[in-house]
């Protein structure tokens, strides 16, 4: 008995010690950061639509309110999803109004986040990948530097984490609760960002369907039911503002109306050129083009078909494009002067570079945890799900590092997995033998403590678990 809490006391320790120090990093850096001393961009949009909100003034355009253009009634707004807005409206409620407050809070959810994808790893390969995750979590610039700001990045990376995390603890051991909270938490990141909302049908429904016990699918009656609950669950947590929106615009607005103008900025001259803003966004492209009169619907569709005709008319450049957001993304094209542009979103170069410098060799390792993973039996699918959105989201958009922002969860939990599996090869070929997952030879222990993997395999699978003992069975 001792020797199995022994694990589990050594993986809670380094957990809340990079959570402390992760805490640490990210308060150094909101605070010490001067270029968000004060609102700007969509951050000013948030705070101002919480502050709004909580004068009863439900989900209006701030910005036009501010300047008093138009009565607060009759300027709906869906530019972003409902969850961040709401959120910080919350932290309102309790006097967290004030930018230091916010920057505050957003860092306690940079906390949750790092414990979030620590548990991920603990997951799917054992406490020690879970331990490796963390520390690397509280250090790794993709993890912090959106906590410096008052944006739905922050809340996003955390709420992709435990829905993924959740996923795979469904896997291993479904449940009700736990296929109704797949489904609410799916449609709540959905709610922060609206790409998120590919996680309904990449993660959510997959697992529902490919349900399993003890290794073995079950009956298409029992798997349907799955279905229902997670569809139900995300349905009912859409249903409000979805419906906000069908009674409050002239056109159909779903989840988000930002999409027509982001096409219009995304396809230019300016993006379609070889000039700096190649496969980016140009803001002075739209800003002086006069909007037809109407709310947010009626603009979004004015801005769509201009987007649409532009790239009708350049078909020949669509490829090159796309593979140019796609590459700036993911640091593949340009990215030390991705890095030097970054300076628009607020991140200082001496930062952008850091990330940029960890990213290569943190991604090398996922790749190779992924492997791992897949060699163990374990699904990688919902991880993947997330640089799987990333990816979707800049083809139809543009390229830009920020919205790799849910997808650095994953490359974190995966390059931990990829870091304690070289470290179980390393031992392998210099003849020491087999550890568990905290480090113990498995000489000293006799065995591995039962635990999820398991448990939850049998037959063939047995084998998998019993020489690589911390995986843990996607199904």
């Known amino acids: 008995m001792t020797q199995t809490r022994a694990p589990e006391r050594s993986y809670r320790l380094v957990v809340v010690s990079s959570c402390i120090v992760g805490l640490g990093v990210r308060l ?14 969509d951050s000013y949009y948030y705070h ?10 439900w989900f209006v355009n701030p910005v036009a309110l501010s300047h008093h253009s138009i009565p ?12 961040f807005t709401v959120f910080l409206a919350m932290g309102d409620l309790l006097g967290l109004h004030r930018l230091g407050a916010q920057k505050l809070l957003l860092c306690l959810v940079g906390v949750a986040t790092i414990w979030a994808v620590a548990a991920l790893a603990r997951e ?39 829905c993924v995390l959740v996923a795979y603890r469904a896997r291993r051991n479904p449940s009700t609760g736990r296929l109704l909270a797949l489904g609410a938490l799916s449609a709540l990141c959905a709610l922060t960002r609206s790409e998120a909302f590919l996680y309904i049908f990449l993660i959510a429904l997959p697992v529902a369907w490919g349900l399993r016990r003890s290794g073995v699918r079950v009956a298409r009656r029992e798997r349907a039911r799955a279905v229902a609950l997670v569809l139900g669950a995300a349905i009912v947590v859409l249903a409000p503002w979805t419906i906000r929106n069908l009674v409050a615009f002239r056109h159909p607005v779903f989840l988000s109306d930002q999409l027509g103008i982001t096409l219009a900025a995304a396809n230019n001259n300016s993006t379609y050129g070889n000039g700096p803003l190649f496969a980016s966004w140009c803001f002075p492209c739209v800003h002086d083009v006069k909007e037809p009169v109407g709310d947010e619907s009626v603009q979004q569709i004015f801005w769509e078909h201009r987007a649409e005709t532009y790239v009708e008319h350049h078909l020949s450049r669509v490829p090159a494009v796309i593979a140019g957001r796609v590459g700036r993304t993911w640091d593949l094209y340009i990215p030390l002067l991705e890095a030097h542009e970054d300076v628009i979103e607020g991140w200082p ?20 945890g992924a492997v791992a993973l897949r060699r163990r ?27 790799r922002a849910e997808a650095e969860v994953v490359v974190v939990a995966l390059a931990a997995v990829g870091i304690d599996a070289l470290w179980r090869h390393l031992r392998l070929r210099r003849g020491l033998p087999p550890v568990n997952t905290l480090g113990a030879s498995e000489e000293s222990t006799g065995s591995d403590p ?12 047995a084998a998998v678990v019993t020489t690589l003992p911390e995986a843990v069975p996607g199904g």
């Not at 607060?72 to 707004?77: K, L, N, R, T, Y």
């Not at 799917?124 to 959106?146: E, N, Q």
């Not at 990330?355 to 060799?361: K, T």
Request: with cysteine; aromatic share 12%; proline share 8%.
């Open 450 to 461: 039962p635990g999820p993997a398991s448990a939850a395999l049998g037959g063939p699978e």
């Open 124 to 162: 799917v390969a054992g406490p020690r990948a879970g331990c490796i995750a963390a520390v690397v979590g509280a250090l790794y610039p993709g993890m912090w530097v959106f906590d410096g700001q008052v944006m739905s990045e922050a809340l996003l990376m955390c709420l992709a984490a435990l």
């Open 72 to 83: 607060a009634v009759e300027i709906p707004s869906a530019q972003h999803p409902p969850l």
């Open 28 to 41: 150094a850096y909101a605070f010490g950061d001067k270029y968000h001393d004060t609102w700007k961009g």
């Open 377 to 403: 039996k374990v699904a990688v699918y919902p991880m993947l799900a997330l640089p799987a959105t990333v990816t979707a989201a800049v083809i139809l958009t543009y390229g830009n590092i920020r919205f």
């Open 48 to 57: 101002y639509q919480a502050k709004y909100l909580l004068q009863g003034k």
């Open 349 to 368: 170069i001496a930062v952008s570079m850091a990330w940029l410098w960890w990213f290569y060799p943190l991604a090398v390792l996922a790749i190779g």
